[in-house]
């Protein structure tokens, strides 16, 4: 489920209208909405909305396709996993999930660079 309609499920469940949540979020309610209609969420946020709603950020990774979801991560795995070292083994599940996250996204940038430099070499040729 899209991580955002999973956030409004919640704060729905807890009949909290989006704009007494936006204030307790300390945002406004335009820039929640824009929130609840991404695909990714930033760490700090969605860490922020797990506790104004009182779930573990696990509840949003049971489930979660990564490979097909876009993630916005805010934070290197490896500083996560050094400022959380010993805490919880779901905690390494999650580190192991941003590395996976993170190679990929590596590969796609790279994938993306050699093609834009096979469209520049293309434009040069056609340039002669």
Known sequence: ???????????ESRSLSKKDFAFYLDTTEQN??????????QVHLLLKFCKLLQV???HFFEDWDWKSSPVDVSESAE????RHRGRST???KV???YDTVIQEKDKRIKELEDHI????????????
């Open 1 to 11: 489920m899209h991580i955002g309609n999973k956030l409004r499920f919640l704060i």
């Open 32 to 41: 929640l909405h824009k929130i609840l209609n991404k695909d990714s969420i």
């Open 56 to 58: 573990h950020p696990n």
């Open 79 to 82: 500083t996560y996993r050094t």
């Open 90 to 92: 779901d905690i390494e």
């Open 95 to 97: 580190g192991r999930i």
């Open 117 to 128: 430099e096979s469209l520049k070499r293309e434009v040069k040729a056609l340039k002669k």
